[in-house]
């Protein structure tokens, strides 16, 4: 009996610790993106509330909103998150999004993830914008002139958010919310939506602060404090 349960001990450490645990790189390039996350919210965001569960940080970010304006999305997908949004605002809801997937590999994820083969199901008050960013905003700000309300960020992408503040930027405005989905909490989290977001900051001046963030996810939302490019 002794024999048997140290072959059967010598087994499953074997069959799960050096399989699943000592040999799993995706494993540590978790733990590793995780504690450099914590570190910046340490450091930058100590006092802001947080959330465990999404529709839950949604809800919060859309209820700091006190302008009026537009509320956008950028990065449809399936819909889920602006099922969650759009009940939520008397008025249009704009998603933008050419269903066609990311043009970039990103997250250990192909070019093409994300695709969707048919229209997601929203509330009747959201307006799609079908296309690439750089193609479908320019025609858009043309026919709207508000500023920003709210603005939702959910396109993994540097390239993608690059686009989004250099067509954008001069809308937001001091009040205007931006909720990120991906802003940090994945591997190489400093080159994607927060590297464009931080770029942005830098070259308009830009103030802001961090009003909430996810402790299970990648979300962030901010509070635009000021905002020297802003044409309102």
Request: glycine share 6%.
């Amino acid at each position: 009996m002794p024999l048997f349960k140290r072959t059967l001990s010598e087994f499953i450490f074997r069959r799960f610790m050096l399989k699943h645990y000592a040999s799993n790189l995706l494993l540590d390039m978790n733990l590793d993106a995780k504690r450099q996350t914590l570190d910046y919210i340490k450091a930058n965001m100590p006092d802001a509330p947080y959330f465990e569960k999404h529709p839950q940080l949604v809800k919060y970010a859309l209820d700091q909103v006190e302008n009026k304006g537009l509320y956008l999305e950028f990065g449809v997908g399936r819909g889920k998150s602006m099922r969650w949004i759009a009940p939520e605002v008397d008025g249009s809801v704009h998603g933008f999004d050419s269903f066609e997937g990311i043009q970039e590999h990103w997250n250990g994820n192909p070019i093409g993830a994300f695709s969707q083969k048919q229209m997601p199901k929203v509330p009747d008050n959201v307006e799609f914008h079908v296309g690439y960013f750089d193609a479908t905003l320019p025609g858009f700000l043309e026919a709207h002139s508000d500023s920003i309300a709210f603005l939702h960020v959910d396109c993994d992408l540097y390239s993608s958010t690059v686009t989004i503040f250099e067509q954008l930027g001069d809308r937001l405005q001091h009040g205007s919310i931006v909720l990120f989905d991906e802003y940090y909490n994945f591997h190489r989290w400093q080159q994607h939506e927060f590297k464009a977001f931080q770029e942005f900051v830098e070259k308009s001046g830009l103030t802001y602060e961090y009003i909430a963030f996810s402790v299970t996810g990648q979300q962030v939302a901010v509070r635009v404090l000021s905002n020297p490019t802003s044409s309102q």
